[in-house]
């Protein structure tokens, strides 16, 4: 049977190009990708010489619209340039070998200029080899095609592509660099180079910032596991970027803050012990819900050091939509077998994926679901404490100012609120001494790390405050104290022997016996107490 020939129309660059991504910025994850293959190939090649390394330099032009990226790495041969260039989706890479194996990311540049421009040269070679690509003159195509005048894709590409050769390279020369140019108008946030740095800091194969001091336990983990985390230099208008983790962290709560105080490591073995992945999560006092302007927020999926959707992408896998929002953390894919999609922002579906799934769906459900709960027990009851002290110190200024003099019923009033306030206070405080018994008998434990965090910081707070604490465990003592007297049975008894006196004269006996007891111990004041009913007879 004679061979057919099937045509593609132009339809497919636009799917290639426009509707193939939802956040532009991706166009640098895309480049800084095929650039990171590029420079672990000249590393084998050993194209660079003694303390030289592979670097991917990026620069944004405000004032001209436009942005190069451009890298030190193999380039492409003279020979080889139009062929490779001009091929779509037939990429020499190969899957567990590269970052990028389809051989579609380099069009991506299209959607977002007017101009779309590759240069390079291999080392050895005085050629400079360019491809300029007319973005705006194929957006137009693609609008013609929709009404009615149809193009192939090859039609097409002849349309847009120019091809160009001139002998102006060093010999020592080698790299690639891409330039869009005439950045359309609707895609500005490109140009914009706090949001680029914010995108890639946390997007990019970079290392984590010298001020994360948890970067040694993670580099040493990684090499424990005798996994390789890529890491290249990459620099933004001349400034090295680097992973924005740091140890503070801004909360939902306007104001408020939380802080990674350890972090904890998480391996995924398959059933035939292989690691599929490895993970680290920071432990902090779960104060709250993260800030969704925070570039950290989130655990973050990636796949050779390359992030994998963005910070919402394991939301799903969470018992509570918010449950990924109290962490910060990273998982890293493993296995050759998890396989990023076309768009990268989540795996291709097969059967590692779903035991993969299956193992963060129980990671994130018995751990860290308990975990972010177990938090919030333990605020609660440390705020129930706290509440308790402040209406405890807040009762005993009103009975020493005279606010309840000649209103016995509001005095009884606040001080049965008040005691039922330290009821509670009193089986929060029970609570909290069973899981601070608990967390020091096995501190090793998630669970113990997080309750230890959240028990010291709460005694910073103490300290700092001038409160403090006495002892291990008693958080309240002396509130626990002064309300167990508040209904004090020889007060009452006491109360009996003024019948004779005014309700005036009662109420200043009464605050009397309040301060007495109050200001020494418990033994003393029911001497004193005994020594006034024997003048009282």
């Known amino acids: 049977m004679p061979e057919k020939n099937y045509v593609i129309g132009v339809n497919i660059l636009e799917n290639l190009t426009t509707g193939m991504y939802k956040d532009s910025r991706v166009i640098y994850r895309e480049y800084i990708q095929n650039a990171c293959d590029q420079i672990d190939k000249a590393e084998k090649e050993h194209l660079y010489a003694e303390g030289q390394r592979g670097c991917i330099w990026i620069y944004i032009n405000q004032g001209e619209r436009s942005i190069t990226i451009k890298d030190n790495a193999t380039g492409i041969r003279e020979r080889d340039f139009e062929t490779i260039m001009g091929s779509i989706a037939d990429s020499e890479k190969k899957l567990g070998e590269n970052k990028g194996f389809r051989g579609i990311g380099r069009l991506c540049g299209l959607a977002y200029c007017k101009e779309l421009v590759f240069r390079t040269t291999a080392l050895g070679e005085k050629t400079r080899s360019v491809l300029r690509c007319d973005a705006a003159k194929l957006r137009r195509i693609n609008l013609d095609n929709l009404r009615g005048k149809k193009r192939t894709i090859n039609e097409a590409l002849n349309e847009i592509f120019r091809f160009s050769f001139d002998e102006t390279a060093d010999v020592d020369e080698h790299g690639f660099e891409v330039e869009l140019r005439g950045i359309n108008i609707e895609n500005t946030d490109l ?66 803050e939380d802080s990674v105080v350890d972090i904890e490591f998480k391996d995924f073995y398959d059933s035939n012990k292989q690691l599929i992945a490895w993970a680290w999560v920071g432990i902090s ?146 609570k909290l001494t069973q899981r601070y018994k608990t967390a020091e008998d096995d501190p090793n434990t998630l669970e113990s790390k997080v309750v230890q965090a959240i028990r010291e910081d709460n005694q910073r707070k103490r300290r700092a ?52 007891f109050d200001c020494v111990d418990e033994e003393t004041a029911l001497m004193i107490y005994e020594h006034i009913e024997a003048i009282l007879q």
């Not at 800091?201 to 040694?216: E, I, L, Q, W």
């Open 191 to 256: 140009l914009d180079r706090g949001l680029v740095q914010d995108y890639l800091s946390m997007v990019a194969p970079v290392p984590y910032s010298s001020d994360f001091r948890f970067r040694n336990m993670i580099y040493q983990h990684a090499q424990d596991k005798n996994v390789t985390l890529d890491e290249y230099c990459i620099k933004l208008d001349g400034e090295t970027l680097t992973k924005k983790y740091t140890v503070s962290f801004p909360l939902s709560n306007k104001g408020n």
């Open 465 to 516: 405050a001038g409160s403090g604490q006495v002892g291990r465990d008693r958080i309240s003592s002396r509130t626990t104290r002064r309300s167990a007297r508040t209904e004090e049975p020889t007060a009452r008894r006491v109360d009996e022997k003024l019948s004779t006196l005014s309700q005036r004269e009662r109420d200043l006996f009464h605050q009397a016996y309040k301060a007495i």
């Open 285 to 430: 006092h779960f104060k709250g819900v993260i800030n969704r302007d925070c570039v950290m927020r989130g655990l973050r999926l990636r796949k050779e050091n390359i992030q994998i959707g963005d910070s919402d992408t394991l939301n799903a896998l969470f018992s509570e939509d918010r449950g990924n929002n109290y962490f910060v953390g990273e998982i890293f894919a493993v296995s050759p077998e998890l396989i990023p999609n076309s768009q990268r922002d989540y795996f291709n579906e097969n059967e590692t994926r779903r035991i993969f799934e299956q193992m963060l769906r129980a990671f994130f459900k018995n751990k860290l679901y308990k975990i972010y709960h177990l938090a919030s027990a333990v605020h609660s009851d440390l705020k129930k404490i706290d509440v308790a002290e402040k209406e405890s110190e807040k009762f005993q200024k009103n009975l020493s100012e005279h606010l309840y003099a000649g209103n016995k019923e509001a005095e009884n009033t606040a001080r049965n609120e008040l005691e039922n306030i330290q009821k509670r206070a009193d089986t929060a405080l029970n």
